[in-house]
């Protein structure tokens, strides 16, 4: 055969094993219409008791109730002590870990020192839009008391209504159990960019759910007045989301409003913390340009008997790969761990570099202030400060980035790295010009010595949050179940994890 000839059936080839992957895909998509046949769990409101979803759909109960078996506490400012620098002066230095099941989501949130050890519903530091993407109790309340009174307030507040993890009513519509929106936030966002809430296609409500939570946002102080004539102002969940979708745009939305997160306590810089933009980045990889939809790799269908249904355990698609990754690729499982764990490999290298690189600028201008820099040597430093740590946690954040959308992934660390690298050159001869011409930044290779330079007292919050479980934690879940908001059960045998010593 000479070469073209070759190229041709080859490339012949390839053309037949994509449609095939297409056709698959749409072939799914088709059988979706048939399962779904549903009883009503509650015709009006939202029922967030997932114990009571159970009687009707015992197998997706089943199913999701697995994710509780991922209930580890991998602590990550002990394996990465650079991120308590990053962070000096925000929640995030306290306590940060990786994600787990969304059975403790709920939970997470109340374990740990980020939201501090209220003594009543008025204390915080947290507002109530903390509890917005760990639990079917949020669209609730929202429905009950309406959006800008839920957004109102400290995190105390809903501390009794709370009471049940991330479950079916968070993608579900109670009454049909349609896949739904149920946070207004990203039908407002979605809006915003044109799109039309009546024509999402189904594949693209596979994504669309996950995208409510696994999305960027910060909390937009609003005013309003409530019935009462009484003014009232209201953090809400906002998606920075104008025109498109890309790390720099959001950069400009936050910049065009001199948003910030906090300030950093050793850079005094104006600093923009990135949430989870999961959503966002995906778009941006193969996957999902080939209408690979986030269920399509973490919900994949599940055999028993003669049903089939849609398998709720959600977490990493490598522990399933034959229902996976293999119901579209031939390679071998072995092979296809190999190709993820190396772009695991790959952002790893990129990312420590960076962030070791953004911590040594924060620590360099510290110094620098210490010692009488001014306002206008250090402006040009922080801009590329606020900029570089923007870009290297938007990358990052949202866990699985690495592998969504691999050359999106480093190409936000190369160029936030680039931005560290910058701040850095222009502190040399800042330094040198207050007299430090060999400064060298100090030690913060563990989390000790990390939290201790960025002026974390983590003994005491720890104690504070352990007397915060055994008194207003437990006051909670008692007040939760006498009003018939929990079912106790649904706790039964659960674990109580945390990153600090329970005594
Ligand atoms: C209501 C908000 C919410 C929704 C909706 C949501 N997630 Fe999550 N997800 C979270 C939170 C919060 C965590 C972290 C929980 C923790 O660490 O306690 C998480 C964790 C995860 C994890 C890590 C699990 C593990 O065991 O490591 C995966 C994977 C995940 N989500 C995927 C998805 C997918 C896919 C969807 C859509 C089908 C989705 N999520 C919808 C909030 C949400
Ligand atoms: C994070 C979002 C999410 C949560 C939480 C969730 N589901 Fe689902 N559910 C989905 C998705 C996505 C599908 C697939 C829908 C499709 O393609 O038709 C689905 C499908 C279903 C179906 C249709 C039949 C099937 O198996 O495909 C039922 C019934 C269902 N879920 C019930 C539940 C119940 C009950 C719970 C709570 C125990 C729950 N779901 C929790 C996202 C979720
Ligand atoms: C529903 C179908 C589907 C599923 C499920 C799926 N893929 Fe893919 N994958 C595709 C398509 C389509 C492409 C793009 C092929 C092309 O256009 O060249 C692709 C591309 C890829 C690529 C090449 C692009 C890159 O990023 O390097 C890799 C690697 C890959 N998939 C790995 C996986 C792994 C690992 C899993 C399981 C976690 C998985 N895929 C699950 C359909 C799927
Ligand atoms: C083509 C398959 C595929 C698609 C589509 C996909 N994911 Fe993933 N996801 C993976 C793989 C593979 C990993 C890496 C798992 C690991 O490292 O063990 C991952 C990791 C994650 C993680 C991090 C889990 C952890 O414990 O660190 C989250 C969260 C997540 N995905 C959510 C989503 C969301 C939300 C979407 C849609 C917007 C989505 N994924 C789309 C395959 C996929």
């Known amino acids: 055969m000479n070469k073209y000839k070759l190229l041709l059936v080859v490339s012949l080839a390839a053309i037949i094993a994509m449609v095939a992957m297409t056709v698959s895909i749409a072939g799914k998509k088709n059988e979706r219409g048939v399962i779904n046949s549903s009883p009503v769990v509650k015709a009006d409101g939202v029922e967030a008791r997932n114990e009571v979803w159970r009687e009707h759909f015992p197998r997706q109960y089943d199913s999701w109730k697995k994710t509780s078996e991922n209930d580890k506490i991998i602590d990550m400012i002990k394996e990465k002590p650079q991120l308590a620098i990053l962070w000096a002066g925000y929640g995030f230095a306290k306590d940060y870990n990786a994600p787990r099941g969304h059975f403790y989501a709920l939970q997470s949130n ?65 009454a049909t159990a349609n896949l739904t929106i149920s946070r207004p936030y990203l039908r407002v966002a979605l809006e915003y960019n044109g799109v039309d ?11 669309l759910v996950c995208a409510q939570c696994h999305s960027e946002y910060y909390f937009k102080k609003t005013k309003w007045t409530d019935k009462q004539g009484v003014e009232k102002t209201a953090a809400i969940v906002t998606f920075p989301w104008e025109g498109k979708m890309t790390a720099e745009d959001m950069e400009n939305y936050y910049n065009d409003r001199e948003f910030k997160d906090w300030t950093h306590k050793i850079s005094k810089t104006p600093m923009l913390k990135a949430q989870h933009p999961g959503y966002e980045i995906y778009k941006t990889g193969i996957h999902a340009r080939r209408n690979v939809a986030c269920a399509d790799c973490h919900m994949p269908y599940k055999q028993e008997g003669s049903v089939k249904f849609t398998d709720h355990h959600i977490r990493s698609p490598l522990e399933n790969i034959a229902n996976t990754c293999l119901t579209c690729h031939r390679e071998s499982e072995q092979e296809l761990k190999d190709v993820v764990n190396r772009k695991l490999e790959r952002k790893e290298q990129l990312m420590e570099i960076t962030m070791d690189n953004i911590a040594k600028a924060h620590l360099e201008a510290g110094k620098a202030w210490e010692l009488g820099a001014t306002q206008s040597d250090m402006s040009p430093i922080q801009a590329d400060i606020r900029s570089s740590q923007w870009t290297w946690d938007y990358s990052i954040a949202s866990h699985g980035s690495f592998y969504h959308a691999p050359e999106e992934t480093l190409r936000l660390l190369s160029v936030a790295n680039e931005k560290a690298q910058q701040a850095r050159l222009k502190l040399v001869r800042v330094l040198a010009k207050y007299g430090a011409i060999d400064y060298m930044a100090p030690d913060f290779s563990t989390k000790e010595k990390a939290q201790k330079l960025a002026g974390v007292p983590f003994e005491k919050l720890a104690a504070e949050k352990m007397k915060f479980k055994n008194t207003l934690l437990k006051a909670w879940t008692e007040a939760a179940i006498a009003n018939d908001k929990l079912v106790p059960s649904i706790r039964e045998g659960m674990s109580d994890n945390v990153s600090y010593p329970k005594n």
């Open 110 to 174: 109340q374990n740990t020192l980020r939201t501090g050890a209220p003594v009543d519903e008025k204390t915080g530091p947290m507002p109530t839009a903390c509890w917005a993407c760990k639990s079917p109790d949020v669209p609730r309340v929202m429905e009950e008391v309406g959006i800008e009174e839920y957004f109102t307030g400290k995190w105390a507040k809903y501390g009794d209504e709370i009471a049940n993890s991330i479950g079916c009513a968070d993608c579900h519509d109670s």
């Open 197 to 207: 809430l009546d024509s999402i296609t189904h594949q693209d409500m596979r994504s």
